[in-house]
């Protein structure tokens, strides 16, 4: 009846085909979108990848702020998407640093610092719940703009060598990256590999290969405890995963083979960048 009544009207027959073609566009520009939003997110996944086995950071401080500021992700959920991408990247990123160079990685250090980050991270994943998403953005954002000046060497803290690797200092160092992990789904690098430089005397590359192989259980522990509170996307994990394995590959083969300085000073930049970017952002305390 509606057919007969459609082919009889030329009216409605014209708007019958605009509304066909009308979907047709609509499908389309759909589809085209949804693609480019998983190429992008494969993209990060990448980027994300490089950075973490190249400076030892987990790659939180890419994957964080991306998905808030390019995805439109609640604070909440990126940090727990984001630690759920870290966990594989930094297994690969720990296997590439071992095969280059295994005497990097000091695994005594790494079983007293695990010990107090997977304590740091429950702490953490239960603190970030509690916080609201607007507080919470501003923390990070503050962090971001510190970590930035610090690795551009802007802010000079005055340090002081430990001489003995004492067990309390090092579970002590491991409580303070665990929480900085699950609060703020980073892998918590920011705090080892400048903690073992310049307080246990680790060279940059044994600090950035020793805190990649503490972040892989720390990293672990807390998206465990943020998967409790439903914090993780795994819808997208499918696009960041894959090409991060391929970027954590490339990162450890990049720390052990070329000069830092002019990685850090960008990836500072960019950090400084990003933080003002989202303490403007309409997710932040204002």
Request: hydrophobic fraction near 55%.
């Amino acid at each position: 009846m509606l057919l007969c009544s459609v082919r009889h009207c030329p009216v409605k027959s014209i708007c019958a085909l605009i509304y066909i073609d009308f979907k047709k566009v609509y499908y389309i520009s759909y589809c085209k979108g949804s693609m480019m939003k998983n190429f992008n997110l494969s993209v990060l996944g990448l980027i994300a990848g490089f950075c973490s086995a190249s400076l030892g950071i987990g790659g939180g401080l890419i994957i964080v702020p991306a998905l808030i500021l390019l995805f439109g992700y609640e604070i909440k959920k990126a940090i727990g998407t984001s630690l759920a991408t870290i966990v594989p990247a930094a297994f690969v990123g720990i296997v590439t640093h071992y095969i280059i160079k295994s005497g990097n990685i000091k695994f005594l250090i790494v079983l007293f610092v695990v010990i107090g980050s997977v304590i740091g991270a429950k702490f953490g994943a239960k603190l970030a719940n509690k916080i609201s998403s607007k507080i919470l953005t501003g923390l990070f954002a503050l962090l971001l703009l510190f970590v930035g000046l610090k690795i551009i060497s802007i802010i000079n803290l005055p340090t002081e060598s430990v001489s003995n690797l004492t067990i309390p200092l090092l579970i002590i160092l491991g409580l303070a990256a665990g929480s900085a992990s699950a609060l703020f789904g980073i892998g918590g690098g920011i705090i080892l590999v400048p903690g073992l430089n310049l307080f246990f005397g680790l060279s940059i590359h044994e600090a950035v290969a020793t805190s990649l192989t503490i972040i892989l259980p720390t990293t672990f522990a807390g998206a465990v405890f943020h998967r409790k509170f439903n914090n993780i996307n795994t819808k997208v994990l499918k696009f960041l995963i894959p090409l991060s394995l391929i970027g954590a590959v490339f990162g450890a083969v990049a720390a052990n083979s070329l000069p830092s300085i002019a990685l850090k000073t960008i990836f500072g930049i960019f950090m400084i960048l990003c933080s003002v970017k989202i303490f403007f952002s309409p997710y932040c305390i204002k």
